[in-house]
Antibody
């Protein structure tokens, strides 16, 4: 059974960068033609897709609203992929989920989520 | 890209059916059959319930069904059970290489 686990700093200062890593277990990140994505959920609010990266790292898709501040990377040797969000503000406070992104169709495996708070 | 529009709440009694709508535009729901639905219990990760409008992943009860007409997708939960009480989110592919979620619907089992 595929499992995903987010890790990273839970508190980030305004204007700094948020950095998270998702570790995949129970399967290889590079085994199939999947993308790997990030979705966030501000406290008490809905889900927002942030970005997705192909397992080779050669293709990335970004939400238009966040594209200028987001970068993704993949580390197949450690079965991980990572998110970097620059110049954060309080509006970036959210639970961040990583997920397997299968084609155009769906997000089928999710991490448990990690809360990132932006505050000085 | 604007979020898809869902009613904030829906409710039904055990055994009844409830339908949750998700309205978009011709650039997302209306343009593609790539609508998915997610169930989220408090403090938990979302769980895929429906994909490609009306396909159920293995393990999802057939009480859950999906459909689409024009720019609106729908999720129907039949034979409501107490454990169906959760938040439900729709998602659609929206050209180009963009995915949008609905604002979520809180389903209450009375």
């Amino acid at each position: 059974q595929l499992q995903l686990q987010e890790s990273g700093a839970g508190l980030v200062k305004p204007s700094e960068a948020l950095s998270l890593t998702c570790t995949v277990s129970g399967g290889s990140i590079g085994n199939n033609n999947y993308y790997w994505g990030w979705i966030r959920q501000p406290p008490g609010k809905g889900l927002e897709w942030i970005a997705s990266i192909y397992w080779t790292g050669r293709s990335t898709y970004y939400s238009p609203s966040l594209e200028s501040r987001v970068s993704l990377s993949v580390d197949t040797s450690n079965n991980q992929f990572s998110l970097n969000l620059s110049s954060v503000t309080a509006a970036d406070t959210a639970v961040y989920f990583c997920a397997r992104h299968a084609g155009y169709e769906l997000f089928d495996y999710w991490g448990q989520g990690t809360l990132v708070t932006v505050s000085s | 890209q604007s979020a898809l529009t869902q009613p904030p709440s829906a409710s039904g009694s055990p055994g009844q059916s409830v339908t949750i709508s998700c309205t978009g535009t011709s650039r997302d729901i209306g343009g593609y059959n790539y609508v998915s639905w997610y169930q989220q219990h408090p403090g938990k990760a979302p769980k895929l319930m429906i994909h490609e409008v009306n396909k159920r992943p293995s393990g999802v009860p057939d009480r859950f069904s999906g459909s689409k007409s024009g720019n609106t997708a729908s999720l129907t939960v039949s034979g409501l059970l107490p454990e169906d009480e959760a938040d439900y989110y729709c998602n659609s592919y929206a050209a180009t290489n963009n995915w949008v979620f609905g604002g979520g619907t809180k389903l209450t089992v009375l």
